[in-house]
């Protein structure tokens, strides 16, 4: 023993399951299954925008997750890989080989923002009773023995609608039967991190989609860089994320950021980062940037945007409320770093 508190354990986003979604140009997913490389199997049973999706709850501890989609025994494309630790939600399509880690915005319109959906899974079928109350947020806040009823019952659960406050940021709820509740503790969606629509699973306070997750996915190759700093100010990249409560530049004076199982090998100086909008005049510099989402460096770091440009690495993250790394990504800098000259010198 050498009489030294044991270092504390870096946060990391819960993941009770991985959520697999699955594409098919003809729309029919009757009968998909998936299955994985040890055995288990799980029917596409949830519907969204993008198509099916199936759901795994991997054992703590476990990597990647290697898997097919299978209609009466034969696969549908190659098999498929997903790591648990960077990303507990995947898209892909038919006939595809890979995955991706990110949320594909083309891919889901935009919510109507009125009213709030929540889909509720029962893994024991028993919906008999259950429903639906609401307070804060919700345009007719219900009577505790009067829950609001589903709308409709399909392979996932119950659906429930409630229509909103105008400009509410969020919705307070229980689902329950009778004086059962689902979970203990009252719930909140809130719409800045989760969007209008989400899945539950009974007892599960988490949303099993959309899940915790970054606007990129955890790779630190500079080859694959997600995010771009525009000009001193200003970083952009695509999306939002799911559950993200802040991010950052990230930067190390000699370089030397690794990533492992969901945590950097270390935090790096960081500049805050606050949402803003592109200018008309950086639309019209960077045209191809400008459907992007913008961040400003927080004023409070500017005077270390030197120190950062000097960096031979520079990242973007994104974190959730309790500091676990959501998405990690490198930063093209549209102006000359160190790390930038030495890969363009011919010495």
């Known amino acids: 023993m050498t009489g030294q508190p044991p270092t504390p354990k870096k946060p990391t986003a819960e993941r009770r399951h991985v959520v697999v979604h699955y594409h098919r140009a003809d729309g029919d997913y009757a009968g998909l299954t998936l299955h994985t490389a040890n055995g288990t199997t799980a029917d596409f049973s949830g519907r969204d925008a993008y198509g099916a999706f199936a759901w795994l709850s991997p054992a703590e501890g476990t990597g990647k ?40 915005a083309d891919a889901y319109p935009p919510q109507d923002t009125t009213k709030a959906v929540l889909h509720y899974h029962r893994p024991d079928g028993d919906y008999a009773g259950w ?12 009577e505790w023995n009067e829950p609001i009823q589903p709308i409709r019952r399909d392979a996932y659960g119950l659906v429930f609608e409630v229509p909103l406050k105008a400009g509410a940021p969020s919705l307070s709820y229980v689902f329950h039967k009778k004086e059962e509740k689902d979970v203990p503790a009252d ?29 990129f996915p955890m790779d630190l190759d500079p080859a694959a860089s997600a995010a771009t700093w525009i000009d001193e100010n200003t970083v952009v990249w695509h999306g939002t994320g799911t559950g993200v409560a802040a991010q950052q530049l990230v930067y190390a004076a000699d370089g030397g950021l690794t990533l492992r199982d969901g945590v950097l090998s270390d935090e790096g100086q960081w500049l805050r980062l ?16 400008a459907d992007t989402t913008a961040f400003s460096i927080d004023p409070r770091d500017r005077d270390r945007i030197p120190e950062a440009r000097r960096a031979k690495q520079l990242i973007a993250t994104q974190r ?28």
Do not use: C, M
């Open 65 to 104: 997750i290697r898997f097919t989609v299978e209609r009466d025994g034969k696969p549908e494309g190659a098999e498929r890989v997903v790591d648990v630790a960077a990303a507990g939600e995947v898209w892909t399509k038919e006939n595809a080989d890979l995955v991706d880690a990110v949320r594909p």
């Open 131 to 142: 429903g639906l109350h609401t307070w804060t947020g919700a345009a007719n806040p219900s």
């Open 187 to 215: 719930e909140a969606l809130v719409f800045s991190l989760y969007g209008h629509e989400v899945w539950r699973v009974a007892g599960e306070a988490p949303y099993l989609t959309p899940s915790l997750g970054g606007a």
């Open 274 to 289: 606050v949402p803003t909008e592109l200018s008309a005049a950086q639309q019209a510099a960077h045209p191809e940037l």
């Open 320 to 347: 959730s409320d309790n500091g676990a790394l959501l998405g990690a990504t490198s930063v093209t800098a549209l102006f000359s770093t160190p790390q930038q000259v030495q890969k363009g010198s011919t010495r």
